[in-house]
């Protein structure tokens, strides 16, 4: 199947001067530095996808050119507290000391898996996740967020303290995981699922685990609700009756496929989808067949070298 055209938003890396203060930021992996702009390339083998470093970046949003400190302020405003737990919850507050041999740049664009951070998404998509939910809540979008697919928690652990911070009691923040890893791919059903990732402990993070997480930064509560179990077997029958911003990071075309195909339905008009894998040839699929079979023009709008989003419209 032919792939959809992304919108026009250019990701041109630029050096951002909050992230160039080390002088281990250079972007020798890529044989320049920083200071010359340079095309994202979405061409990597799997392995280089989820290890290569990247580099501090400007993004464009609706075509306004905005700072990787706070791809957030296209839409609304970060806080000083939100500024904050980003970089906690990404490992860079602390990158020099913690994991010395890491790049900011690399956890930046989300190029590596953390070993201690909540979150592998990176800043750049933990910012557009951010001016997601404020868009939300300033257009007054009902509904809950979920996440499918939730690692460690970081993204939702965002989310959560976004919410909160906007006064939004009201809102549940659902973290949908089987919280023992990735299944093995069904690779006679979806041939397409070629990349194994069920045998990698990095990826097992137990349930307690997340709720440790979200205690440890104070936002664990009632609001805060769990869908354990593979996605096949749990998202139909969810408890989630309307959603402003759904969140996939299942990596597999099946798991794409299945969230989507369960929860879809339930975004509100206004409402936002954020794909963390596209640029994982069966979760990109995967979102192009829904699309397709649903009919929705609603563009893709690019985050970073793998995430993209599109704003759900009317969809009789």
Not at 7 to 30: C, D, I, K, V
Not at 137 to 163: C, H, Q, Y
Request: net charge negative; proline share 4%.
């Amino acid at each position: 199947m032919s792939s959809p055209t992304l919108a026009t938003e250019r990701l041109t890396y630029a050096p951002a001067s909050h992230m160039l203060n080390s002088s281990r930021a250079t972007g020798r992996q890529f044989g320049t530095t920083v200071t010359e702009p340079m095309e994202v390339k979405a061409d990597l083998s799997p392995r280089e996808r989820r290890f290569r470093r990247g580099s501090a970046g400007v993004v464009q949003l609706g075509g306004e050119s905005v700072n990787s400190k706070s791809s957030a302020q296209a839409v609304g405003e970060e806080s000083r507290f939100t500024w904050l737990i980003k970089r906690c919850l990404t490992g860079l507050l602390r990158l020099e000391q913690d994991e010395p041999a890491v790049l900011q740049v690399t956890r930046v664009h989300g190029r590596d898996w953390p070993a201690q951070a909540e979150s592998m998404a990176g800043l750049l998509r933990l910012n557009d996740l951010e001016m997601c939910l404020r868009d939300v809540v300033r257009n007054g979008v009902p509904g809950d967020f979920l996440e499918a697919g939730v690692w460690r928690g970081g993204a939702s652990i965002l989310a959560k303290a976004v919410l909160d911070e906007l006064g939004e009691q009201d809102r549940v923040v659902w973290l949908a995981d089987s919280f023992e890893g990735l299944p093995k791919p069904d690779r006679e059903a979806f041939p397409l699922d070629a990349l194994d990732l069920s045998e990698f402990e990095e990826l097992r993070v137990s349930l307690d685990d997340v709720k440790a997480n979200f205690a440890r930064y104070g936002l664990l509560d009632d609001r805060i609700r769990f869908i354990r179990g593979w996605f096949r077997d749990t998202l139909h029958d969810a408890p989630v009756t309307s959603l402003s911003v759904l969140r996939l990071d299942g990596d597999y075309y099946e798991s794409t496929f299945y969230a989507l195909d369960a929860l879809y339905d339930k975004i509100q008009i206004g409402g936002y989808v954020i794909v963390d894998d596209y640029a994982l040839p069966a979760c990109k699929e995967a979102v192009d067949d829904f699309r397709k079979s649903r009919g929705i023009r609603s563009p893709l709008h690019s985050i970073d070298w793998t995430g993209v989003r599109w704003r759900v419209g009317d969809k009789k």
